[in-house]
T-cell receptor, first 113, second 111 residues
Framework: KAGVTQTPRYLIKTRGQQVTLSCSPI?????VSWYQQTPGQGLQFLFE???????NKGNFPGRFSGRQFSNSRSEMNVSTLELGDSALYLC????????????FGQGTRLTVV | QKEVEQDPGPLSVPEGAIVSLNCTYS??????FMWYRQYSRKGPELLMY????GNKEDGRFTAQVDKSSKYISLFIRDSQPSDSATYLC???????????FGTGTRLLVSP
């Protein structure tokens, strides 16, 4: 069974640009969550989607947004990039609506210059 | 104060040692407790999860939850160099669809 796939793996963007990251969950998983990981703050919750509905959102500015498609694939978008957005962005998928067994992808390493 | 506190380490032990990793938390609503292992440049890998208080064992790994003290632990027996990684605790309550993570403890097991 294929794991969680995130694309691209690495990305370099300039301040002010926008970026879209993609996540394909494990087949059959309908819950997808996004996290930002930085050395200082660790993993911080961005948002969670289940069956195309955002159920919970973390404390991030409105520049961070996401969506989920009918096939459970998810995208997150960051607009007007800032240097502080440089981080590893991780996607996790889980079966039905349980997060106790959330499986992570390899992440997308975003560098903003 | 963070909801979940975890010593960042690094924790250095010789091969074969018993390792104890710990987290404390402040939110008494947390009901689900998880441990993840993260190798450099990889995503976190789920090791164990427990519900409410008690112990759970899986091979060389044992997870303990003490809700009265708001304290969870992961024990690794017969540690191996391949166990060298960052270990993250994570928690959630029943009402919110998000995991709250500790900052991770870096473990180094020397041959």
């Amino acid at each position: 069974k294929a794991g969680v796939t995130q694309t691209p793996r690495y990305l370099i963007k300039t301040r002010g640009q926008q970026v879209t990251l993609s996540c394909s969950p494990i087949s059959g998983h309908r819950s997808v969550s996004w996290y930002q990981q930085t050395p200082g703050q660790g993993l911080q919750f961005l948002f969670e989607y289940f069956s195309e509905t955002q159920r919970n959102k973390g404390n991030f500015p409105g520049r961070f947004s996401g969506r989920q498609f009918s096939n459970s694939r998810s995208e997150m978008n960051v607009s007007t990039l800032e240097l502080g957005d440089s981080a590893l962005y991780l996607c996790a998928s889980s079966l039905e609506d349980s997060l106790t067994q959330a499986f992570f992808g390899q992440g997308t390493r975003l560098t903003v210059v | 104060q963070k909801e979940v506190e975890q010593d960042p380490g690094p924790l250095s032990v010789p091969e074969g040692a018993i390792v104890s990793l710990n987290c404390t938390y402040s939110n008494s609503a947390f009901q689900y407790f998880m441990w993840y292992r993260q190798y450099s440049r990889k995503g976190p890998e789920l090791l164990m999860y427990t519900y409410s208080s008690g112990n759970k064992e899986d091979g060389r790994f044992t997870a303990q939850v003490d809700k009265s003290s708001k304290y969870i632990s992961l024990f690794i027996r017969d540690s191996q160099p391949s166990d060298s990684a960052t270990y993250l605790c994570a928690m959630r309550d029943t009402g919110f669809q998000k995991l709250v993570f500790g900052t991770g403890t870096r473990l180094l097991v020397s041959p």
